[in-house]
């Protein structure tokens, strides 16, 4: 007889093969997949950056009391209120002497921010002490000026083909030999709202509707989640009706958004009429559409726990009841807990059905309650990408990067739960 080494067996070798060849496909995937992340990362990232800077001009500025508050009541309404425009003209006049005609003078003011003037005010109204007095501010300045800062405004180019004329270059050239336009961190972006004005605008606004929406979300869905799951997993016994209750959970869970935006749109709008692009509205919708994934990461959790954890409970007498919620919730509860925050996170990215509430409104005003008018971020983003304004694209990224930070911690939020909290039979 032959002996046929199986080391050597043309079979083997081309299984073998094949088995090398397939691990290099998954890691060829990873890395196409990995590779593609990198790119969209970096990409946002890249272009996300310089909205953390805010490019502002420094001016010596003389508060005339005969301007800004001529009766001298000193009423913080009234300092926020009056005409800085005089004020800053003669602050740019006394930094740029040479400059008399009234067309040069009109482009020299458009340097400055149109919301210089309501920044200057603010300053006034919360220190009134500054009336009377000669001090140096530093004031924002418009989109075109902080874009050719940046470097995203090519001087090289035709002066036809960019925003910003040989002259007004000539003008930021000479601030910046004299040290008075910088680049500085931009907190607007962080404590402002929605504006039409690029350099104005912030995600405050957009955040605290995305806070408030989830707060509204979480105290609807999670009771009404953790208490269907409980009733399911522990009461409820097995039948048709059990059987058509759990499908449609599930179904629910992969209906897309927009069906719960319409829903919203309809029956809390259509029906109950309660105030439209209100957090209060964004989370009741949120609600709905995050319920379905709370109650089967809840069931899930409650399934976890050992039976034998009931049976301990009623053989010292405790009721179905306080087995339930003395014993197996609180075990379960960790899961039930990961759950709910990838819930969340989920929520806290959806833009289609905010949309069909009319969360998508342009609205300036800081909310400070859940029935106040507001966006939310994802809708912001939405709204800043498809802005004309070229200053409003690094604006979109730098809320995406927002974004994304608050999703990562939110999902880490849910890792560091369920690791710290899980219990292993």
Not at 52 to 70: N, P, S, W
Not at 255 to 278: A, E
Request: aromatic share 10%; proline share 4%.
């Amino acid at each position: 007889m032959t002996d046929y080494s199986l080391t050597t067996s043309p079979s083997l070798k081309r299984r073998h093969a094949k088995e090398t060849r397939f691990k290099w496909y998954g890691r060829t995937a990873i890395l196409i997949a990995i590779s593609f992340l990198v790119f969209m990362f970096s990409a946002i990232i890249f272009r996300g950056m310089g909205a953390f800077q805010q490019t502002k001009i420094g001016l010596e500025v003389t508060f005339t009391a005969q301007v800004i508050d001529a009766a001298g009541t000193r009423d913080p309404q009234v300092l926020a209120q009056a005409n800085y425009k005089p004020i800053l003209t003669a602050a740019l006049a006394k930094t740029f002497p040479n400059v008399t005609s009234r067309n040069d003078k009109k482009r020299l003011y458009k340097l400055l921010s149109s919301g210089a003037v309501f920044e200057m005010g603010k300053q006034i109204s919360s220190n009134p002490s500054l009336i009377g007095t000669t001090q140096t501010i530093w004031l924002p300045a418009s989109s075109e000026v902080d874009l050719f800062m940046k470097g995203k405004i090519d001087a090289s180019l035709d002066e036809s083909l960019r925003r910003l004329s040989d002259q007004d270059i000539a003008y930021i050239e000479t601030l910046q030999k004299n040290g008075l336009i910088k680049k500085k961190f931009n907190t607007a972006f962080f404590t402002k709202g929605d504006s039409r004005e690029p350099e104005m605008a912030g995600i405050l606004g957009a955040a605290l509707g995305s806070f408030f929406s989830l707060l509204v979300c979480f105290a609807i869905a999670f009771p009404l989640g953790i208490m269907t799951a409980v009733y399911l997993e522990e009461y409820a016994r097995k039948s048709k009706l059990t059987d058509l209750i759990e499908i449609n959970i599930n179904n629910l869970a992969a209906v897309p958004s927009i069906v719960f935006g319409l829903l919203g749109l309809s029956i809390f709008l259509g029906v109950f009429h309660i105030p439209r692009s209100t957090p209060l509205v964004g989370g009741m919708v949120l609600a709905l559409m995050t319920l379905p994934t709370i109650i089967i990461a809840a069931r899930a959790s409650l399934r976890s726990v050992p039976y034998t954890i009931r049976e301990a409970a009623y053989g010292l007498g405790a009721s179905k009841t306080q087995a339930t919620f003395h014993h197996v919730v609180p075990l379960a509860m960790p899961g039930m807990l990961t759950g709910t925050i990838l819930g969340m996170a989920q929520a806290l990215g959806e833009t289609a059905p905010l949309l069909m509430i009319g969360m998508v409104a342009f609205i300036v005003d800081i909310p400070h309650g859940v029935t106040d008018a507001a966006t939310s971020l994802p809708v912001q983003i939405f709204l800043w990408a498809d802005s004309p304004e070229k200053g409003f694209v690094e604006r979109t990224s730098a809320a995406i990067i927002v974004l994304l930070a608050f999703l990562v911690l939110m999902n880490l939020l849910a890792v560091f739960l369920r690791r710290k909290l899980e219990r292993r039979w």
